[in-house]
């Protein structure tokens, strides 16, 4: 429901070095995690301070939101764990991710398909060098959809918009929430919009700042 991204089993370590070594991503940078529904969330991470009804209203979607890691998480590797002790999940807004995850029976440890350094990618063939060393690639089924709407979008003189890779919100300490990463900025909005809805102040890291993918 955003950019590409490349993802490998949580607990895995050799897939998770891939992501590392496919990426070329500075080993000190966490991984994100995505997993099957709402209710998995709370396996991962603490969420008995957070208001009553507030993951429902910003998951699933293009949001990763920062927990501290709950010392009942299933087991996964140390990449995807900040020295804070806080964990990114995302509940993407696609059925066959969240099925994926399912099917795992746990989560899986996820970052976008770039080189790191440089942009994310929203069609197939922009990370088309990665290939080689991937073992299964999939395509979104509604990119055909997408590149026909850009080029009606083109010929009528109008423009397309990219795909942006998801806003990233912390909500690891009690009351407070800080937006680590924009994304969309429809989506930035509506996400600070609720979460102030539900008493949250903001803190930290103003709108604005952008965390790595």
Known sequence: DTVYGLAAHAESRNGVDQLYSIKHRDRSKTLAISVS????VPRY??????????LQCLLPGPVT???RLSEQAPPMRPEVTTPEGTVAIRVPGSAFIQNL???LGGAIALTSANVAGE?????IDEFRELW???AVVLQRPDEQLDVKREIRDEEEGGGCSPVL??????LSTDGEYAILRDGDPENLRNVQATVERFGLQQTGKPAGVRADA
Do not use: N, W, Y
């Open 101 to 103: 995850c399912k099917e």
């Open 65 to 67: 939101i920062c927990l």
């Open 37 to 40: 529904s709402v209710a998995e």
């Open 119 to 123: 942009p994310s990618c929203s069609r």
């Open 165 to 170: 890779a998801s806003t990233i919100v912390d």
């Open 132 to 134: 080689p060393q991937i």
């Open 45 to 54: 991470g603490i969420t008995s301070g957070l208001p009553e009804g507030l």
